[in-house]
Every structure is written in C-alpha cells, then in structure tokens.
C-alpha cells in the first residue's frame, strides 16, 4: 500500500511536493494503489515514482514527469496526459481507455498489453517502446513516431495511423484492418502475418517492409511506395494499386492478385517506367504481367515508333557479353493506346531489373549510331524475323 507521509505531501498540491522532490532527489515515491481520481496533477514531478495499481481516472496529468515510474496495472481513463513525460516508464497492463496522450514521450517505455482503445496518442513519442499485444483498436496516432517500436501482435483495428512512422518497427501479426495508414512511413517494417484487410494505405512509404503471408484483401495502396517490398504469399484480393511503385517487389505463386484493381502502376521509383505506358489495364491484365514476372519474363515497353534494328543489335550485344542471361525473344505486341511490348524469357534466378536497364541502355546507345533508312523496314514482321533468326533467338 502506499506510504501515507508520501499521500500526505501530494495531497498539499503539487508546488509543495515538486519542492520535497528537489530537495530528496534520491527519494522514491511509494504511491502503490493510491486513489488519485479526478485529482490536478499538472506540472507533477513524480519520476521515479512507484504507482502500481493506482487510480488516476480523470486525473489531469498535463506535462507530468513520470520518467521511469512503475505504472503496472495503473488506470488512466479519461485522464488528461498531454505533453507527459513518460519516457522509460512500466506501463505494462495500464487502462489508457479515452485517455488524451496528445504529445506524450513514450520513448522506450513498457507498453506490452496496454489498452489504448479510443485514446488520443497524436504526434506522441513510441519509438523503442514496447508495444506488443497492446490494444490501440479506434486510437488516434497521426504523426506519431513508432520508430524500432516492438507491435508484436498489437490490435490496431480502425486506428487512425495517418503520418505516423514506423520505419524498422516490428509489427509481425499486427492487426491493422480498416486502419488509416495514409502517408504512413512503414519503411523496413515487418508485417509478415499482418492483417491489413481494408486497411488505407494511399501514398504509404512501404519501402522493403515485409508483408509475406500478410492480408491485404480490399486494402487501397494507391500511390503507395512498394520498392523491395517482400509480399511472398500476401493476399492483394481485391486490393487496389493505381499509382503504386512496384520496383523490384517480390512476390510468388502464392501471391493472391485476384480481382486486383491497377489501371496503372510504376516499375521503377520517382513514377518512372508506367505501366502501361498510356492508358489503363485491361482487367487481369495486371495480374497477367506479375505473372509473366514470375516466369522469368522481362518486359521492355516502348512507345508506338522503336529502333527494330538498334533493339536488335542491344540484344545481340547482351547476349554476346553475357551469354548465361540465355535471352530469347517471346513475344511482341502492339496496342494503340499502350505502345510496344516486347517480352524476352530469360535464365532463371538473374536479376531481371539489371537486364533489363542494361537492354535499354544499349538500345539509346544504338540509336545514336544507328542509320536512319535503316528503321523503315517496311514489312516489320518479316524484318524482325530475319533479324532475330540471324541471332538465333
């Protein structure tokens, strides 16, 4: 229980006690299940402190000091926090139920198996802290800092995450559904098992995070940064990605695209490289071009006029310096509206991204050497056969 002296001079205001704990820095409160319910605290210097079990229901904490304090099992509901300094503290199985933690410095902080639900955690401070099997469900934390945070089975269920940063945080088995992630910095994280169903995901920076085996199922990623992002067996069922930059993501056959909604999408960062490269996606056909990814196929799109002997000649120096890429021309398309596609089969487990630049940077520099009577070919079909039969592709 807690020590009545200790009771005794917080119940003489804070100016007084702030006054006793400048004058016993070494001192540390024992506040064990101490009723301070709809008390004024703000201002209060109580790091340090020992308050298990205590009851701070309503209690206004504004700019409280309660750096390493010992708050297991503490109730906190609907009591004011902003701008508190909690940084370090034990908060493990705390009661921050339609708490205000607006500004609030959690830094390093033991937050495992805390109830956040409905709490305001705006622009507050959770890096390093650990969040694991906490309860943010309908929490708002837009513009929070969660770096290297531990999520570890967290439930953030409808949280409002917009802005917030979580870049290398560890959020394996998170729940996320119909959360707010706009703009979200979730770069380095590991989702891997996340449920991020019908979750926002607009211009999210998803830079290689981990989503294997993560639900994405109607989750909306428009614009959002995909680049290295691992999503070995995630589930994008009726997700959409128009906009999105899918440079060197890696999926598999496990990879769920069905009824994926992309009318365009990027294959490279700084919206370089649209695919299609004018227009829309056909349906399934998105899907279809991942598809070929996962064959080995490299697409190269160019616009409605091509160099036929300069890609020719890109192609036959590649494959001269570089026999083992063992490229073969599969096939090629022409659409109006999307230009040329050209797809080459090339040899298993060879970075295709590397290829593929080094294809089109000899193609530019063919071009400059090339004679301009000889890209009218007149006939392209039979031209093009007699070119790449003549390099035995």
Not at 91 to 117: C, I, R, Y
Not at 186 to 205: F, I
Not at 217 to 226: G, K
Request: aromatic letters at 6%.
């Amino acid at each position: 229980m807690a020590n009545t002296n200790h009771l005794a001079l917080l119940a003489g205001g804070v100016e007084s006690w702030n006054q006793w704990r400048k004058q016993n820095p070494e001192a540390i409160p024992d506040l064990r299940g101490a009723n301070l319910s709809f008390v004024d605290l703000t201002g209060v210097y109580l790091a340090r402190a020992d308050l298990q079990n205590a009851s701070l229901k309503q209690a206004n904490l504004t700019n409280a000091d309660l750096r390493g304090a010992d708050l297991r099992n503490a109730d906190f509901g609907a009591a004011n926090l902003t701008d508190a300094h909690l940084s370090s503290s034990d908060l493990s199985n705390v009661e921050f139920v339609n708490t205000d933690l607006n500004g609030a410095d959690f830094n390093g902080a033991n937050l495992s198996n805390t109830s956040f639900f409905n709490t305001n955690l705006r622009s507050s401070n959770l890096s390093y802290a650990n969040l694991s099997y906490a309860k943010l469900s309908h929490a708002s934390l837009s513009g929070a800092d969660l770096i290297d945070t531990d999520l570890l089975g967290a439930d953030l269920s409808g949280t409002e995450l917009i802005g917030a940063h979580f870049r290398g945080a560890c959020m394996s088995g998170v729940r996320l559904n119909n959360a707010d992630l706009s703009g979200a910095d979730l770069r380095g994280t590991d989702l891997s098992g996340a449920d991020l169903s019908d979750a926002y995901l607009g211009g999210a920076y998803l830079t290689k995070a981990n989503l294997s085996n993560a639900n994405l199922s109607n989750a909306n990623l428009a614009r959002a940064l995909l680049v290295g992002v691992r999503a070995l067996g995630a589930n994008f069922a009726g997700a959409t990605l128009t906009g999105a930059c899918l440079e060197d993501w890696q999926i598999d056959s496990a990879t769920g695209l069905e009824g994926v909604v992309c009318h365009y999408a990027y294959w490279k960062s700084d919206r370089q490289e649209r695919r299609p490269v004018s227009g829309h996606f056909a349906p399934g056909d998105f899907a279809k071009l991942c598809q070929d990814s996962l064959n080995q196929i490299i697409e190269l799109v160019f616009p409605a006029e091509i160099d036929w002997p300069a890609f020719a000649r890109s192609l036959h120096q590649l494959q001269a310096q570089e026999p083992e890429t063992k490229l073969s021309v599969r096939s090629i398309e022409s659409q109006e509206t999307t230009g040329v596609a050209v797809k080459l089969g090339v040899a298993a487990k060879l970075d295709k991204s590397k290829i593929r630049d080094r294809l089109m940077q000899g193609y530019q520099s063919s071009r400059q050497v090339s004679d301009p009577r000889e890209s009218q070919l007149g006939d392209r079909g039979s031209s093009l056969n007699r070119l790449f039969t003549a390099l035995h592709y």
